[in-house]
């Protein structure tokens, strides 16, 4: 058995210990700072003499730390990686703040909770709305307020056993209940705070339907700080750029929409007149085909060209965009012209489309590859 001094004192960030066993990739000590993974909090990472930690894990009371080399002395210094402690402290905690609250608020239990890189999440079995999100956020910030003192009881006998606990636990060996008075009991194995105020905050930021749960994400302590510091910063620079506070920038916002839309409205009609005029200028009323090249023609305005020109005539329209590297081929079907068989040709030029008899489009990564198949169209149109 390692001794589990984080059981002792979850704030030593330092101690000796004495190694009684190397493994193949694993030292096993006669005590430990280092939390092995388990109960949904993840191992503590750290050094012993200065050599990486990079695991942990119990197997039978024995904890093993996984490092890619070994200490020379059988004497060594352990250090844990603090932040990624309090962190996981911080997390966690605010994890049985939250899951005592919504069972006693909303009767809805945890059943499922993960630590990831950014978010946390915990799935809860009921229905919970923005509104309720509300009410549980300054439920739980409630509870860091009153800086409630946790308590900690080890059992190992079921007779004795007479805890309120959230989830049914089978004591079939040595559990430790985690009481918050008032707020939550459940028998847990994790690194907590002494007191909830060490969880600083917490902060939930939405609520998502999973699987049939509610799936809830937030953040506690450091991890809520960092996110208010990112994004403070972010919405500084916003309202660097519009000349807002924090009070007009949404207005500033929908207002420059607004402007962009009318902006892009009065542009599209713009450009729709240049068309118009670039079809104007290159339609050859005397040629059996029609090519018409724009230096700018978004996309979405192929098939107006499509439309002007069959205002004007009935023929095969070979249209090139040099802004997009877009080439089409179209005609109403009343050609023998089959735009698809002619499209086949198109990768040995650099491009990749296709289409059908009536219509077939392609796109080029330059106007010089997306040129040359246009000459190359052009020939077999003049066969
Ligand atoms: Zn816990």
Same mark, same amino acid.
């Given at each position: 058995?390692?001794?589990?001094?984080? +059981?002792?004192?979850?704030?030593?960030?330092?101690?000796?210990?004495?190694?009684?066993?190397?493994?193949?990739?694993?030292?096993?000590?006669?005590?430990?700072?280092?939390?092995?993974?388990? $109960?949904?909090?993840?191992? +503590?990472? $750290?050094?012993?003499?200065?050599?990486?930690?990079?695991?942990?894990?119990?197997?039978?009371?024995?904890?093993? *730390?996984?490092?890619?080399?070994?200490?020379?002395?059988?004497?060594?210094?352990?250090?844990?990686?603090?932040? /990624?402690?309090?962190?996981?402290?911080?997390?966690?905690? $605010?994890? *049985?703040?939250?899951?005592?609250?919504?069972?006693?608020?909303?009767?809805?239990?945890?059943?499922?909770?993960?630590?990831?890189?950014?978010?946390?999440?915990?799935?809860?079995?009921?229905?919970?709305?923005?509104?309720?999100?509300? *009410?549980?956020?300054?439920?739980?910030?409630?509870?860091?307020?009153?800086?409630?003192?946790?308590?900690?009881?080890?059992?190992? +006998?079921?007779?004795?056993?007479?805890?309120?606990?959230?989830?049914?636990?089978?004591?079939?060996?040595?559990?430790?209940?985690?009481?918050?008075?008032?707020?939550?009991?459940?028998?847990?194995?994790?690194?907590?705070?002494?007191?909830?105020?060490?969880?600083?905050?917490?902060?939930?930021? /939405?609520?998502?339907?999973?699987?049939?749960?509610?799936?809830?994400?937030?953040?506690?302590?450091?991890?809520?700080?960092? +996110?208010?510091?990112?994004?403070?910063?972010?919405?500084?620079?916003?309202?660097?750029?519009?000349?807002?506070?924090?009070?007009?920038?949404?207005?500033?916002?929908?207002?420059?929409?607004?402007?962009?839309?009318?902006?892009?409205?009065?542009?599209?009609?713009?450009?729709? /007149?240049?068309?118009?005029?670039?079809?104007?200028?290159?339609?050859?009323?005397?040629?059996?085909?029609?090519?018409?090249?724009?230096?700018?023609?978004?996309?979405?305005?192929?098939?107006?060209?499509?439309?002007?020109?069959?205002?004007?005539?009935?023929?095969?329209?070979?249209?090139?965009?040099?802004?997009?590297?877009?080439?089409?081929?179209?005609?109403?079907?009343?050609?023998?012209?089959?735009?698809?068989?002619?499209?086949?040709?198109?990768? #040995?030029?650099?491009?990749?489309?296709?289409?059908?008899?009536?219509?077939?489009?392609?796109?080029?990564?330059?106007?010089?590859?997306?040129?040359?198949?246009?000459?190359?169209?052009?020939?077999?149109? #003049?066969?």
């Amino acid at each position: 058995m390692t001794k589990r001094l984080f +059981d002792e004192d979850v704030y030593l960030r330092t101690c000796k210990a004495h190694i009684i066993e190397t493994t193949e990739n694993a030292v096993v000590l006669d005590q430990t700072i280092f939390f092995p993974v388990g $109960g949904g909090q993840s191992a +503590d990472f $750290g050094y012993i003499d200065g050599i990486p930690v990079t695991d942990v894990k119990e197997k039978n009371g024995v904890i093993y *730390h996984y490092m890619d080399s070994f200490p020379t002395t059988k004497e060594v210094t352990l250090i844990i990686d603090w932040d /990624k402690r309090l962190d996981g402290m911080q997390q966690h905690c $605010g994890e *049985h703040i939250l899951s005592g609250i919504i069972k006693e608020a909303y009767d809805g239990n945890n059943k499922g909770f993960h630590i990831g890189k950014d978010f946390i999440t915990i799935d809860i079995d009921t229905k919970i709305d923005q509104e309720m999100l509300i *009410h549980i956020e300054d439920l739980a910030n409630d509870v860091i307020y009153q800086n409630i003192e946790l308590k900690f009881d080890y059992v190992d +006998d079921d007779t004795e056993f007479d805890f309120p606990v959230r989830k049914d636990v089978t004591v079939d060996e040595n559990i430790r209940i985690v009481t918050i008075p008032n707020v939550d009991c459940v028998a847990c194995c994790g690194t907590h705070p002494h007191r909830t105020g060490e969880v600083g905050i917490i902060k939930l930021y /939405k609520v998502e339907k999973n699987k049939g749960l509610s799936r809830i994400f937030f953040k506690c302590g450091q991890r809520a700080l960092l +996110d208010l510091r990112r994004k403070t910063d972010i919405v500084k620079t916003l309202n660097q750029e519009f000349s807002s506070d924090d009070t007009s920038i949404l207005e500033r916002f929908y207002a420059e929409k607004e402007k962009n839309e009318q902006l892009k409205k009065s542009y599209i009609e713009l450009n729709r /007149k240049l068309i118009d005029q670039t079809i104007e200028e290159q339609l050859k009323k005397e040629k059996a085909y029609q090519l018409l090249i724009f230096d700018y023609l978004p996309s979405q305005d192929m098939n107006y060209v499509i439309k002007k020109v069959s205002e004007v005539m009935n023929t095969v329209l070979l249209v090139y965009s040099k802004s997009e590297f877009k080439v089409m081929l179209s005609h109403d079907g009343s050609f023998d012209v089959k735009c698809n068989e002619i499209f086949k040709e198109i990768k #040995n030029y650099g491009g990749k489309g296709g289409g059908s008899q009536k219509v077939a489009q392609g796109i080029f990564e330059s106007n010089e590859s997306g040129m040359i198949f246009v000459d190359y169209i052009v020939g077999v149109l #003049n066969d």
